[in-house]
């Protein structure tokens, strides 16, 4: 239990938070599995899935049993010495991604950030192409390869030399790409610009068009990364292989850590070109390895391939007078409103289901990978009924 009361959170985090945040009258104070507490006791399945960062489900045990005994042992050990968990966590997470090296940070836009400059600094180039409506991240250089005004506009003038072109189109890829390109940045699944799946073809072509003319095919994985779309990462469905891949979010089975891995095409990289002082951190470093290790033992991506390919088809018989589209990969599943979304989201937080949005009109679920198939029929029910309830334009 908090030792403050559910007034004083609410008070102070209004108070002396940033204020950048819509937020929900909710405050959490528990996880488990796939299921959150508030502090009333009320138990809430979790759709949102800590934006991504929560496929292992909440304190799964062998994370938590990781960072309590790293917490003992060594907190802090920046990357001018050897540690021991860092090396074992590179070891896995090389072999894993099929890429030689890593570059280990703090969230998905430092990997986005660390892609785009590697990107520069391998080919000498300055030109990046990314895709529309794709998200990278909110720092310079990854809101520079984020498509949305909304998140551009207030910071302009951004990093010069990006481009954005039509996703899922290789002529307009065919058009951008050229010998000045240092990069093109592309997801497997947009997530935040609608969970909206590329065609195998498309990354395939893209990836080819990157290597004839000299340019870096960054993959970002931040959010499809760790078996949410059904394999480890999600550009394995297509058999890509990506010189740059920006991962974080569910890396560490929850707690903040970021990584880029590096693939043969990059070379070497001359020191002190790039750093971080907690990039590598042991605390860190020793939750992944545990959280890899449960992916990998529990056999979660195909539990994601299989509930996700459940899920898409029970979604299916959703009334189809309030849904445009349902769509996704994996646990990545997005229901395409002919309505906004919001007023659905608050009715399936009063059912007991938490879920996100995609844009406006996207009603966008990330469940933890370890829910159960009854945890999800429940969620969908309430899916059903709150769409069944919604007046036809919201
Ligand atoms: C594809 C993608 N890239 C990058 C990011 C940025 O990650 P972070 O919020 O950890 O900086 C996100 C976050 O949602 C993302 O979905």
């Not at 960062?53 to 060594?74: D, F, K, M, W, Y």
């Not at 529309?132 to 506009?153: I, N, Q, V």
């Not at 009715?347 to 990330?366: F, M, S």
Request: glycine fraction near 10%.
């Amino acid at each position: 239990m908090t030792d403050i009361t559910r007034q004083d959170t609410r008070q102070l985090e209004d108070a002396h938070a940033s204020g950048v945040y819509v937020k929900r009258p909710l405050t959490i104070v528990r996880g488990e599995g796939a299921l959150l507490f508030d502090d009333a006791g009320n138990q809430y399945i979790d759709l949102v899935g800590g934006q991504g960062s929560a496929n292992l489900g909440h304190c799964h045990p062998a994370v938590v049993a990781a960072i309590r005994e790293q917490a003992g042992t060594l907190l802090n050990c920046t990357e001018i010495f050897y540690n021991d968990k860092r090396a074992l966590l590179l070891d896995k997470l090389t072999a894993l991604a099929g890429m030689p090296r890593a570059f280990l940070c703090n969230s998905g836009a430092e990997a986005v950030e660390t892609a785009l400059k590697f990107a520069r600094l391998a080919t000498g180039r300055k030109e990046i192409v990314a895709t529309m409506p794709g998200f990278h991240g909110r720092t310079m250089g990854a809101l520079s390869a984020t498509w949305d005004p909304k998140y551009r506009e207030p910071f302009e003038p951004l990093v010069p030399a990006y481009r954005h072109i039509a996703y899922n189109d290789l002529a307009a890829a065919d058009a951008a790409i050229t010998d000045q390109t240092a990069a093109v940045i592309v997801e497997v699944v947009q997530g935040e610009g609608g969970v909206r799946p590329a065609d195998g073809d498309y990354l395939r072509g893209l990836q080819a068009l990157c290597n004839a003319r000299g340019a870096m095919f960054v993959v970002d994985e931040v959010q499809t990364g760790f078996g949410r779309t059904g394999k480890f990462f999600a550009h394995q469905h297509y058999s890509l292989t990506p010189d740059l891949m920006p991962v974080a979010k569910s890396i560490a089975g929850g707690i903040p850590m970021g990584a880029c891995l590096i693939g043969e095409r990059i070379g070497t990289l001359p020191p002190m070109t790039h750093g971080a002082t907690f990039g590598g951190n042991p605390l860190a470093c020793a939750a992944a390895i545990a959280a890899i290790d449960a992916l990998v033992n529990e056999d979660l991506p195909a539990r994601a391939a299989a509930l996700g390919g459940w899920l898409l088809e029970r979604l299916a018989d959703l009334p189809t007078d309030k849904v445009r589209e349902v769509r996704g990969l994996g646990l990545m599943v997005g229901i395409e409103l002919r309505s906004k979304v919001s007023p659905v989201l608050r009715a399936l937080q009063d059912r007991g289901v938490l879920a996100l949005p995609a844009g406006l009109t996207v009603l966008r679920l990330l469940p933890p990978l370890v829910i159960s198939q009854a945890q999800l029929e429940t969620a969908a029910q309430a899916i059903e009924a709150v769409l069944a309830e919604i007046p036809e334009t919201v």
